[in-house]
């Protein structure tokens, strides 16, 4: 489970959760997310606790990549990874969906933008992943 590419990819893949998050969600969906907020009122901390985003962040990227080590038959690439985090981004997708079914915090569309930007962070996610283990199943076969 703690593996030499297990490692690197949770390292890597948890820059990407924590810059590719705040480039999506903030940069990107942030202008997007504007006009399409639900009712509930103050509900967005003024400054989030970085400590827990990071640790969230992490995780994030463990899983991530402990489940991509142990599912892809060893099938290590840019296109498995790619299908990898298409599949895991049904649950953001499922998320959104009962997050707009429960709350008002976004509107029908902002729930939309938000399982499309969670379709795009998985993708790219497993892309990464996939690049960061195929290269290391080359270097373990020329050894």
């Known amino acids: 489970m703690l593996s030499k590419p297990n490692i690197i990819s949770t390292l890597i893949t948890a820059i990407w959760a924590y810059l590719g998050g705040y480039l999506l969600w903030d940069v990107f969906g942030g202008p997007l997310f504007q006009d399409h907020r639900g009712t509930a ?81 998985y993708v790219l996610m497993g892309a990464i992943a996939g690049m960061v283990y195929r290269s290391f199943q080359s270097s373990e076969a020329a050894e």
């Open 41 to 121: 009122m103050n509900v967005d901390k003024a400054e989030p606790d970085m400590l827990l985003l990071l640790l969230g962040c992490v995780i994030t990227a463990f899983a991530f990549s402990t489940l991509y080590g142990k599912t892809s038959s060893s099938n290590y690439g840019l296109s498995s990874g790619i299908k990898f985090g298409l599949l895991l981004s049904l649950l953001g997708i499922s998320y959104a969906i009962i997050s707009y079914s429960m709350t008002n915090l976004l509107d029908s569309y902002g729930a939309m933008y938000d399982a499309v930007i969670n379709v795009i962070y």
